[in-house]
């Protein structure tokens, strides 16, 4: 299925079971929607009519409000067309599928419904991507504290986007917005001192968690800062260069790797003369150009401070 094709006539989120108790089995081995009301009798189910499953509930004691929900709820799952997108939250994603209209009891002790998916429950958008909590923007992650077991989300255009894999207009302005901000303070870093550009670079290692252990001011050979990774340990030798040709790099990484020193050397350069194949540098080493470090500038807060250096 493409985008273009993907126009659900509904969207409904499903609840698989009271705390979650369906949801492994449904998702992962029967590819099922399942849905509970083992009371309510089956032919008031297949009339769909919502007046007299209300009524049944109210001769049963339920309020107006409740007997409604539930009538909505009971129509939603046994007459929604199969070109309803049922969503639900399982396994930290979000998964979606379509479902053929034959609902049939379960049997079991539950004596639950079901319906037999078309196809297979997915966590995957159209363009193959991941569908996991850390991705996905917090008014669709709110649908997973909906209390009712069936119910039409509020942002039920926004999960058929992200499904497709499609990005906001108000998303593209802002990704746009960043990179011309990332290309503006990379230009500023380069017309920072070297005074300041070492600074800097100490700022950001210092903002990422590492500790420095060589003092300030003092240079080595092949690398001007040493660090500590706090939780492993691990040492990071540093070395910052204002301008450089990429053979003079290439040769400082491959010195690096070569003098059994125990650690990672990282190279700080904002003006990289020729092009550096980085991908033939040794595993122990690693080059930050230009467009590295005003990623980082970005991300770390350093932003007013470039460009208060760059005046």
């Known amino acids: 299925m493409n985008a273009p094709n993907f126009s659900p006539s509904n969207v409904f989120f499903i609840k698989l079971g009271r705390g979650g108790e369906w949801e492994s089995d449904a998702i992962t081995k029967s590819n099922t929607l399942r849905f509970s009301f083992k009371e309510v009798p089956d ?38 067309p199969e070109d309803t997108l049922w969503i639900t939250f399982f396994d930290q994603c979000l998964w979606w599928t379509f479902a ?10 539950t004596r639950s419904w079901k319906r037999s998916c078309i196809g297979k429950w997915s966590n995957r958008d159209l363009k193959g991507n991941l569908l996991s909590f850390d991705v996905l923007s917090g008014s669709i992650l709110s649908t997973a504290g909906f209390r009712s077991t069936v119910c039409e989300p509020a942002e039920a255009a926004r999960i058929i986007s992200r499904i497709r894999g499609e990005v906001s207009e108000e998303l593209n302005e802002a990704h746009e917005s960043l990179s011309r901000l990332r290309e503006s303070i990379r230009k500023a870093v380069q017309q920072i001192s070297w005074g300041d550009f070492e600074l800097l670079v100490d700022l950001l290692i210092s903002r990422a968690g590492f500790i420095r252990v060589n003092a300030t001011g ?94």
């Not at 919502?50 to 909505?72: M, N, P, Q, V, Y």
């Not at 053929?100 to 002790?109: A, G, L, M, Q, S």
């Not at 003369?273 to 807060?301: C, F």
């Open 43 to 80: 032919d008031i189910c297949a009339r769909g009519d919502e007046d007299e499953i209300a009524k049944w509930f109210l001769e049963r004691g339920k309020t107006s409000g409740t007997a409604k929900r539930h009538a909505r709820e009971i129509i939603r799952f046994h007459h929604s």
């Open 100 to 109: 053929k209209v034959d609902p049939v009891r379960v049997d079991d002790e």
């Open 218 to 311: 003092g240079t080595q050979k092949d690398y001007d800062i040493v660090c500590r990774v706090p939780i492993t340990g691990e040492m990071l030798f540093i070395q910052v260069k204002s301008a450089h040709s990429s053979a003079e790099i290439s040769r400082l990484c491959n010195t690096f790797h070569s003098s059994g020193l125990s650690g990672r050397y990282l190279l700080f350069c904002h003006s990289i003369n020729g092009k550096i194949q980085l991908e033939t540098l040794p595993e122990t080493t690693q080059v930050y150009t230009d467009a590295d470090i005003a990623r980082l500038v970005v991300e770390h807060g350093f932003t007013d401070w470039v460009l208060e250096k760059a005046r």
